[in-house]
Structure formats: structure tokens, C-alpha cells
């Protein structure tokens, strides 16, 4: 099997990518269509392009003063599109930024039905979608230019990853299922399949999705019971707050230990695979290296790789949260009040919950993989059944097992 597997291995990468472009897009259509249908006479935010401005000028507002414009639109979207609507951008309310609007620029609106026949527009964003799809190709660029064949194997995983988000997990939670186990579920899915893709059917792959199975299993129980144990509950940015208020009977405490795991599964990810790469290439290095040498150099390796990827988890943490904790401090907040308090004491369990899951993934994926290849009769039933220990791609294969 996993000789057919790897020999075809482009050709089924493709075929996915290709599945999963299409289903990304089914599901922008869907969206798209379902959004059109509740687009009319109530509140509902629409795209619209400048055409005119009519107005600039100086206001204060409060103690700050900021340039603001009286602009002319065109609805581009619902049951309205094609009219045009006077626009008050920064006249009656605070901005975030100073950017000024220019004609040709595409704004996000509310359209609001005034009662009496007539509609008014509220600013609400920019329309930001054109930089951000250049963004987007100048990644898959450069992750291509970086990784060639890997890069474009890594390029479809990260969609076939969003499309079992928005395809399963999503749907799934909002349709009353555990959050927990959706996501559980979900993850391992896009999880196996993604290391496939780019590894191959490898005694490599299996290692590693041994290793990220213990450390997700563990790293969700440390979630549950210190979620519970630190009576979080969920309800710490805003978004949570309004799934409350829609009523719509989800746990947004489950949701908060979901988010918890699957956002320390990418850096795991990046760590299993690693420590796994570590301990096949001391292997192929040396062969006759013993048991606990080869898993002592291993740690060596991990533990520099953990040291990095914690200062980097605790860092994105310290980088989301940086405008709260600006304010907490101009507002001279005691510390030991500030940690208590929801939002942060969220993003503190679920940073140190991830860096736990993480210190435990590299000890566990190490001894694996180093029993793995210790033993040469063990190393050849296991290659039979999980495939040669790393997929050459056709290359000439330096050792016997690969």
C-alpha cells in the first residue's frame, strides 16, 4: 500500500489540492449566497465604493481632534446596490486610525431602514479583502520558492486544515455537538492527512502523529481541568459575548478549551515533526549509536527547539493582548487584580497550558522515535506495516530501511 502511496505521491497531493480549492470555494459561494438573502430593509453591513466627497474637515469629539469626511457611496451588494447615500466618516464618531477615504475605495456599511421609506449609512470598516489576497500569494511564493515540492504540499494541508474547519468543525458546533469532541475529532482528521500529504506514507509520519496524539490528549485534560479549576468561562473578548447574546445554547466554556488546543496544535505540529526528523536523521547518521546516546542528542535538539518555539507562544500571547495590558497599566490596575481578570487570565491558561502540552510532546516523540529504530528487527516489521522511514521522492535511498 504505502509503496503505491508514496510513488504516487504528487499526483494524490494534487488531486486534493485541487478537492480542496474546490470545496473552499463551494463554500465562498454558499456564504456568499446565504449572505445575499438576509441583505434588505433592516440593519445588515453591505460593501460600498466611494464616489464623491463632498465635505472634509477638523472636528473634536471628547479631547481629541481628527480629520473627518462627508462622502457620497454606492452600494454594491443587497437588495439596494447601485444607489448612492451620504456617508459621515469620522464627523460623529471616534476613529481607530487616521486614513482618509478616497474615491474608488470599497468601505464596509451599515444600511439601516429609517422607518420612513428612506436609509441611512454607517461607517463600519475598510474593505481590506484586495491586500490581503496579494498578502496570501506572496506567501504561497515564497513558501513554494523556500520548500519547492514540500512548500506546495505544505500550501494545500494549510487549506485542506481550513476547509475541515469550515466544513466540519464549525457547522458541527453550531449544530449542539461538543465542542470538545468536534474539535478533537476535526483536528486528528486534518491532522493525519495534512502529514501525509507532505511526508508521505512514512514510519516518519506515524511517529509524529503518535507523538501529537499523546501531547493533544494531555494538553486538552490540562485545558478541562484548569479551565474548571480557574472558573473561565469563555467569555473574555467580544465575540464571545455576543455568541451569548445570541442565545443560541453554546457552551462558550468548551469553546474556550477548543480554541485552547487546536491553537497550540500548529506549533506542535512544527515541534513533533521536528524532534522526529532529529531522531531518523541521528539514525541514518549512525545507525549503531546506542539507545541512550542517540536519545540524549535528540534532547539536546528538542530542548533548543522548545526553548525557541516558548518564547515565541508566549511572545503571540504578550502581542494580542498588548493593547489590554496597556490599559490595564495607564489605568493602574494592581497586578494581582489584572490577573484575574477574565480575558487575561484566559490567554495566561491557555499560554501555559500549550507550553505545557509542548515540554511534554518532545521527551514522549523522542523515546518513540528512538525505540522506533533502536532495534533492527523491530525497525524492519515496522517499516513493512508504516512504510520506509522517510519518502525519497525517487531519490537514491541511503539505507536499507528507507
Not at 453591513?45 to 469629539?61: F, H, P, Q, S
Not at 481590506?128 to 515564497?142: D, M
Request: aromatic content about 8%; hydrophobic content about 50%; glycine content about 10%.
Amino acid at each position: 500500500m504505502w509503496q503505491w502511496f508514496n510513488k504516487n505521491h504528487r499526483l494524490i497531493t494534487v488531486v486534493v489540492g485541487i478537492i480542496v480549492v474546490a470545496g473552499l470555494v463551494l463554500l465562498w459561494q454558499k456564504n456568499a449566497t446565504s449572505s445575499a438573502t438576509v441583505v434588505g430593509y433592516s440593519s445588515t453591513t453591505v460593501k460600498a465604493r466611494v464616489t464623491a466627497i463632498l465635505e472634509e474637515g477638523n472636528v473634536t469629539l471628547g479631547e481629541r481632534t481628527q480629520n473627518y469626511q462627508v462622502l457620497s457611496v454606492e452600494l454594491l451588494e443587497g437588495q439596494q446596490a447601485g444607489q448612492s447615500y451620504e456617508l459621515q466618516y469620522g464627523k460623529y464618531q471616534l476613529l481607530s486610525d487616521d486614513y482618509q477615504l478616497r474615491v474608488g475605495d470599497k468601505v464596509l456599511v451599515n444600511l439601516e431602514d429609517m422607518g420612513d421609506g428612506s436609509y441611512a449609512v454607517y461607517f463600519i470598516d475598510h474593505v481590506r479583502t484586495n491586500a490581503l489576497l496579494i498578502l496570501l500569494l506572496v506567501f504561497i511564493v515564497t513558501g513554494i520558492a523556500m520548500s519547492g515540492w514540500k512548500g506546495v504540499s505544505s500550501m494545500i494541508s494549510m487549506a485542506l486544515s481550513i476547509l475541515v474547519m469550515l466544513a466540519y468543525i464549525i457547522p458541527q458546533i453550531i449544530a449542539g455537538k461538543d465542542p470538545i469532541t468536534v474539535s478533537l475529532i476535526g483536528s486528528f482528521v486534518f491532522l493525519a492527512l495534512t502529514q501525509y500529504l507532505v511526508f508521505g506514507w512514512t514510519l516518519k509520519t506515524h511517529i509524529a502523529l503518535g507523538g501529537i496524539t499523546f501531547a493533544v490528549l494531555v494538553t486538552d485534560l490540562i485545558s478541562v481541568l484548569f479551565v474548571n479549576w480557574a472558573h473561565l468561562n469563555g467569555a473574555g473578548d467580544e465575540s464571545a459575548m455576543y455568541l451569548i447574546q445570541m442565545g443560541n445554547g453554546l457552551d462558550i466554556r468548551k469553546l474556550l478549551i477548543a480554541g485552547i488546543f487546536i491553537g497550540t496544535l500548529g506549533v506542535m505540529d512544527d515541534l513533533v515533526i521536528g524532534q522526529t526528523s532529529a531522531v531518523i536523521e541521528l539514525y541514518r547518521g549512525n545507525p549503531h549509536m546506542s539507545f541512550a546516546r542517540r536519545f540524549r542528542s535528540a534532547m539536546e535538539i528538542g530542548q533548543d527547539h522548545v526553548g525557541a518555539t516558548v518564547n515565541t507562544l508566549i511572545l503571540a500571547y504578550l502581542g494580542a493582548t498588548l493593547s489590554m495590558i496597556v490599559l490595564y497599566t495607564i489605568s493602574n490596575v494592581d497586578l494581582g487584580v489584572l490577573v484575574n481578570i477574565n480575558y487575561i487570565a484566559e490567554e495566561i491558561v491557555r499560554s501555559l497550558v500549550g507550553t505545557i502540552g509542548l515540554f511534554l510532546a518532545v521527551p514522549f516523540t523522542t523515546l518513540l522515535a528512538c525505540w522506533a529504530v533502536d532495534d533492527e528487527a523491530r525497525l524492519a516489521k515496522l517499516v513493512h506495516i508504516f512504510g520506509p522511514l522517510i519518502n525519497m521522492g525517487g531519490a537514491h535511498a541511503g539505507h536499507h530501511h528507507e
